[in-house]
C-alpha cells in the first residue's frame, strides 16, 4: 500500500490512523473467518478470507482491503473484540 495513502487514511467512525495487519493478524483472521466465527459491524458473517487488511492502531477495527483498495465502509468492519488475541 501507498505510504502517501496510508498517511491520510482512518477509521471513519472514530477517526484513528490505520496501519497494515501483520502476517500474524492476518492469519489470526483468517482462521477465524474460516471457522465461520467472524461478523462485521453489521453483524453480517464475514465468508472471504482477507488477503490484506487494515487495523485501527488501538486495534478495535479491521478494515479489508480488495484488488489492493481499502474498504472503510463503517458496515464493513471488523471488531477486534471477536478475537482472542487481539486485546486493545
Not at 495487519?21 to 472471504?48: F, H, M, R, Y
Request: proline fraction near 6%; charge should be negative; aromatic fraction near 4%.
Amino acid at each position: 500500500m501507498d505510504k502517501r495513502l496510508l498517511d491520510i487514511l482512518c477509521c471513519p467512525v472514530s477517526k484513528t490512523p490505520v496501519r497494515p495487519l501483520t502476517s500474524s493478524e492476518l492469519s489470526t483472521v483468517n482462521q477465524a473467518i474460516d471457522a465461520g466465527q467472524v461478523l462485521n459491524v453489521a453483524g453480517a458473517t464475514v465468508q472471504a478470507r482477507l488477503s490484506e487488511g487494515l487495523i485501527t492502531v488501538d486495534r478495535k477495527v479491521i478494515y479489508r482491503i480488495e484488488d489492493s483498495i481499502p474498504v472503510m465502509l463503517p458496515e464493513e468492519g471488523i471488531g477486534t473484540t471477536q478475537f482472542n488475541d487481539f486485546a486493545a
